[in-house]
């Protein structure tokens, strides 16, 4: 009747390959990250900011501006909607200058509107 407990079938189980991580960020991940949100001064103006985001416009300027980040932190790159293209190349610019970084796929609209994570408005 219930032949998944018969030992050949157990083993087919216990020999499954594990899922791979979620390319999505999750809240633990998040809070525990100072995020580098690369999105223009009238996104961040418009939409908001996340607490724990420091904003550095992708621009021509961008990686003279990581050289003046703490190299002891990690850091997660945020755009707003995850241009996964865009991401890479900033996670890219912000390894060749020493940092711990990573690209956050799904960008400020993921983490604002699936973990859930209010942004702040400054008036």
């Known amino acids: 009747m219930f032949d998944f407990f018969k030992k ?23 809070k525990n990250l100072t995020i580098i949100d690369i999105r223009d001064p009238e996104d961040v103006e418009y939409y908001g900011k996340l607490e724990n985001s420091i904003n550095i416009p992708f621009d021509e300027y961008f990686a003279s501006k990581l050289l003046m980040l703490d190299k ?19 996670e890219r610019i912000a390894k060749e200058r020493g940092l711990d970084a990573k690209a956050l796929r799904g960008g400020f609209f993921y983490i604002t509107e699936v973990l859930n994570i209010k942004p702040i408005k400054e008036k």
Request: net charge neutral.
């Open 72 to 90: 002891n932190k990690k850091y997660g790159i945020m755009d707003l909607r995850g241009i996964v293209s865009e991401l890479e190349e900033a």
């Open 8 to 30: 050949k079938n157990r083993t087919q189980v216990k020999n499954m390959v594990n899922p791979k991580k979620d390319p999505f960020p999750d809240y633990d991940e998040i």
